[in-house]
């Protein structure tokens, strides 16, 4: 049997608006008036109806996180699955429920289920189309990006400093003394791949002493890839005398390490390897995987703050949230 806030507050004894501070833990309530609402709910197992709160306060404290990616994995990816978890933990301390979709058509139909649940706002992850935004704007919902890019000068994100980070990798390899160096670069459709490129050359083009760079395209940033087109630039990458390698995201530089070992060479005695991420695995592997790290856990965190604040109307918040990109050193370098 279903119960509601004014058969709780005549059991009890006080005013409905009495019971719903308690109930609510909002307002003052002597001590006395707490333990007899909160007998009364207990032994009646009462649940406030989530219809009837947002109905009041016209907000359901529901949140909506899309993943927009084209190839799985997307949730289990080592990337985006720490992502999220940050932001569930994030979202929970704040009182949140959180409604998760991935979307992998860059399509409206996620965004359209999300605002069907009367969300609150929304944390759009990863490369989106213009469309998207300019979709969710129509309805004056919150929101804000992470790990992606606008030139929308009103939209709030929140990104790795990925151009930043690819010069540090390119400045702390020429520091150990290589200057035959080969890149494995992902997709530059993304905005991290490209900059993360960008930065890398821009770092190596400031020392000017270069012998040799090779750039190998990757239409996809997965490990299947990196090690296959290490496989298929082994022999110029022995040839040209190539003595570090720099792949534009983790998995690409685990998959080329693994073919480099599979084929004798000693990391990094004849090559030093460098990734970027610094997903779990790169520690896990041996020799373990020098990378460039991504604060996910800041972002994710972060996120759910930025998005709490203008849910409750802040003004003025930082359009632009960058996280610096620092380089875990490991026994690949």
Known sequence: MSHNIKEIAKLAGVSRSTASRVISGKGYASPEVRERVTAVVERLQYKPNAVARAMVSQRTHNIGVIVFRERPPIVSHPLYGKLIDSILTAAEA???SVFLKTDQEMSLRSTDYLLEQRVDGLIL????????IDYVKKFRIPYLMVNGSTDDPEVIHLVSDDEAGGANAAT????????????????QE???????????????????DIEKLAVVPSPESTFEQGYRLMAEN????????????????????????????????????QA???????????????????????????????????LDRLIRGEPDLSKLNEYPSEIVIRQST
């Open 94 to 96: 704040k009182g949140y």
């Open 125 to 132: 992850i990863s490369r989106l189309r213009k469309n998207v």
């Open 172 to 187: 702390y390899l020429h520091g150990l003394g290589h200057r035959r160096l080969m890149i494995i670069a992902g997709p």
């Open 190 to 208: 993304h905005r991290s791949h490209n900059l993360r490129l960008a930065g890398f050359k821009r770092g190596l083009e400031e020392k000017g």
């Open 234 to 269: 082994a022999e110029a990458f022995a040839e040209g005398g190539f003595t570090a390698l720099f792949a534009t995201n983790d998995m690409l530089a685990l998959g080329a390490m693994k073919l480099l070992l599979e084929r004798g060479w000693s990391i990094p005695g």
């Open 272 to 306: 030093a390897v460098i990734g970027y991420d610094n997903i779990g695995l790169s520690g896990m592997y041996f020799p373990a995987l020098t990378s460039v790290n991504v604060d996910l856990d800041a972002m994710g965190r972060d996120s759910v703050e930025l």
